[in-house]
């Protein structure tokens, strides 16, 4: 199974901060890396796919980097409906696998 | 709008079969450009990956469950289906059922069901 690592786990930060939350996997997974946010009792939404690519109607403050083993996602200026938990999914190969999450925190 | 809906006991005992249905509305299960899944989250944990099926029925699973899990797909209603057998106190999570594009990630997802595995 190709394992994904994110970090950190838990980032604390401010309204209007510039955040970066960082993603690993234990082999090459190409571009098929996705993003999810999820907030307390609801279902992840996804906001990246393809490693880079938008979701339709999520916010452009939101974009993702990376290919091969070396992910991030980046929240330009966060917003007070950003604080939740952020995983990374590859999509890769079978099994999927999500990394552990980074929950953001307001600070 | 695409939606979907699990449906399913909430309260399994050890040793029995988990079942959850997933009811599509908005969208149709038989189209060739997604895959139909399933993913779980234990109390306060991380998601998993539990597989998937394409509507030709070719599923797809998480060596960690394979020999317990089946998904089936029921095209004349909509829907698609989990089986998890010889359940046990580990497998107490939040059930999503989710649709994912060929090229994305899973883009919708049911609102998800808890179900607990007691006796």
């Known amino acids: 199974d190709i394992q994904m690592t994110q970090s950190p786990s838990t980032l604390s930060a401010s309204v209007g901060n510039r955040v970066t939350i960082t993603c690993r996997a234990s082999?090459?997974?190409?571009?098929?890396l996705a993003w999810y946010q999820q907030k307390p009792g609801k279902a992840p939404k996804l906001l990246i796919y393809?490693?880079?690519s938008l979701e339709s109607g999520v916010p452009s403050r939101f974009s993702g980097s990376g290919s091969g083993t070396e992910f991030t996602l980046t929240i330009s200026s966060l917003q007070p409906d950003d604080f939740a938990t952020y995983y990374c999914?590859?999509?890769?190969?079978?099994?999927?696998?999500f990394g552990q999450g980074t929950k953001l925190e307001i600070k | 709008q695409l939606q979907l809906q699990e449906s399913g006991p909430g309260l399994v005992k050890p040793s029995e079969t988990l079942s959850l249905t997933c009811t599509v509305s908005?969208?149709?299960?038989?189209?060739?450009?997604?895959?139909w899944g399933w993913i779980r989250q234990p109390p306060g944990k991380g998601l998993e990956w539990i597989g998937h099926?394409?509507?030709?029925?070719?599923?797809y699973y998480n060596p960690s469950l394979k020999s317990r899990v089946t998904v089936s797909v029921d095209t004349s209603k909509n829907q698609f289906s989990l089986k998890l057998s010889s359940v046990t106190a580990a497998d107490t999570a939040v059930y999503y059922c989710?649709?994912?594009?060929?090229?994305?990630?899973?883009?919708?997802w049911g609102q998800g069901a808890l179900v607990t595995v007691s006796p």
């Open positions: 989710a649709r994912r594009p060929t090229y994305s990630g899973f883009d919708f």
């Open positions: 908005g969208g149709s299960v038989s189209s060739s450009s997604y895959y």
């Open positions: 099926i394409y509507y030709t029925g070719s599923s």
């Open positions: 082999q090459s997974v190409s571009n098929w």
């Open positions: 393809k490693a880079s």
């Open positions: 999914q590859h999509y890769n190969s079978y099994p999927y696998t």
